[in-house]
Each structure stands twice: as C-alpha cells, then as structure tokens.
C-alpha cells in the first residue's frame, strides 16, 4: 500500500493530495530517510511523521485503504511513549507562551484621530 494512502487513511492529514506533499517536502521519514508518496508501507513498518499537530515516531500496526473514523484511524498505528510525552511538552510550552495583549480601551473619537494625524504630520 502507498504511503500517501495510508497517512490518509491513519487521519495524519486532511487529504491525499497533503500527504503526498508532506513525502514531497521530506516531512515524513523511514528509517531516518525521507520517503517518497509511492513508496509501499508494511506492517512493522517505523515512521517519522512531522505535521502541523507536531512530530509523531509511530510503528505502523495495520493497513487500511478507507478513511474511517478517528477511534477506528488510531488502531491503525502505535505511537510510542517518548514521542506523546515530547508533543505534551511541547503543547504546555507553547500555551504558557501565549503573547500578552494590552486591552486598547475605547475607540479614538474623531477629535482624537485628527489630533494623532495632526502629530503624525498627516494633516
């Protein structure tokens, strides 16, 4: 079965067409080398996939030529346990990142904005 295929169906990506562009882009590895979108996926199979969710080091379990469900998609491979504990990490990282925003307050009235024109030297 293709690997382009099988992303699919494993819900990795949106679309064949994404997964095939993912191989293209050298986001998905076997064995430490890039794969291409034709290449054939067995059973056993380990991979690198690297995707806007983050980077998942997955063995392949089975394979599917449909898009099912998500809980029926995930039977499809096992994750291992450094590569969740990684994703977790990063995802608290990121959210304890979130850019403070300062509240602007009301909108300038017409007499504020010709006076902020009038110092930026637009009027």
Known sequence: MRIDKW???ARFFKS???AARACELGRIESSGQPVKPSR???????LL????????????????EI?????VAQTLYRET??????????????????PFEIPSGPR?????RREMNRIRGRA
């Open 7 to 9: 992303l699919w169906a």
């Open 16 to 18: 064949r067409a994404l």
């Open 40 to 46: 054939e996926i067995r059973p056993g199979d380990r």
């Open 49 to 64: 996939v690297k995707n806007p969710s983050g980077e998942f080091h997955i063995e392949v379990l089975l394979l599917s």
């Open 67 to 71: 898009r099912g469900p998500a809980p």
């Open 81 to 98: 346990e450094e590569s969740k504990a990684l994703r977790i990490q990063r995802a608290e990282e990121q959210k304890a990142m979130q």
């Open 108 to 112: 300038p009235s017409k007499r504020d």
